[in-house]
């Protein structure tokens, strides 16, 4: 396998390309990348680069190759609306929902949410989980980077202008996936924490026209229910 690093700025269209401390220790130090190994680089664009490692003392370079022109988008636009998850699981969720193909996400503050955050710690934590999506990119081979979106609470989220249609998982009188039509729009997959919706949240909810959806009769986990959704849709209208 090839290497492949996210690069943070516009890539250069000629000449050799620098590479931040940051992506160097982690070529040099981290992956042990000798002088001359091929190596990718992409930008969040679209496309990436193929390049050959020089190392010039404690400097790291890349030497320009081919670039293609490659997208590995899903066709259906998909955006995560998860629910504040503890411990590692929200890292779990963002990688794992990069790896299955989403758009975005949007990491949300529910009233059953074990975790609470605000302020500096939830700035801190989403940039984080930024970092969580774009190593899930390198590995997976996006080059296109899903925004992980600030903190928001359930209700800032239902009136904002959301464009597309939205699902939100329930456990109960929830409707197949199946049985919903092929989106025209992008579609927001709404995904309760570890205590499940309130009823309040639940009524929200279908007052703002979200469509209940289930995933059969057993009972999952946050950290499981949202990921099998997506994995569902992208099989459903996606690119499964």
């Not at 160097?24 to 680069?49: I, K, Q, S, Y």
């Not at 950290?223 to 690119?239: F, M, P, R, Y």
Request: aromatic share 4%.
């Amino acid at each position: 396998m090839i290497s492949r690093f996210f690069f943070p700025c516009p890539l250069p269209d000629s000449g050799e390309i620098e590479l931040p401390d940051a992506l160097a220790h982690h070529a040099l130090r981290v992956l042990r990348l000798r002088d001359g190994d091929p190596l990718v680089l992409f930008d969040g664009r679209g496309g990436e680069l193929a390049a050959r490692l020089q190392v010039r003392g404690r400097d790291a370079l890349a030497v320009r190759g081919e670039y293609h022109v490659l997208e590995r988008e899903s066709p259906l636009s998909l955006v995560l609306v998860q629910a504040l998850a503890s411990g590692e699981k929200m890292d779990w969720i963002v990688q794992k929902a990069v790896e299955l193909g989403v758009s975005a996400l949007v990491p949300l503050q529910a009233e059953r949410s074990v975790l609470k955050l605000s302020g500096d710690r939830a700035h801190k934590r989403v940039a984080h989980w930024r970092q969580v999506a774009i190593s899930a990119c390198e590995q997976s081979g996006r080059n296109r980077v899903p925004e992980i979106e600030p903190i928001t609470g359930l209700r800032e989220y239902l009136a904002s202008a959301a464009a597309g249609s939205r699902l939100v998982l329930t456990p109960v009188d929830g409707r197949r996936l199946a049985s919903l039509g092929r989106p025209d729009a992008a579609l927001h997959l709404l995904v309760g924490p570890e205590g499940g919706w309130s009823d309040e949240e639940l009524a929200m909810c279908r007052a703002a026209g979200c469509v209940p959806v289930g995933l059969g009769p057993r009972v999952l986990r946050t950290e499981t229910a949202g990921l099998a959704a997506v994995a569902a849709l992208q099989a459903l209208w996606g690119d499964f």
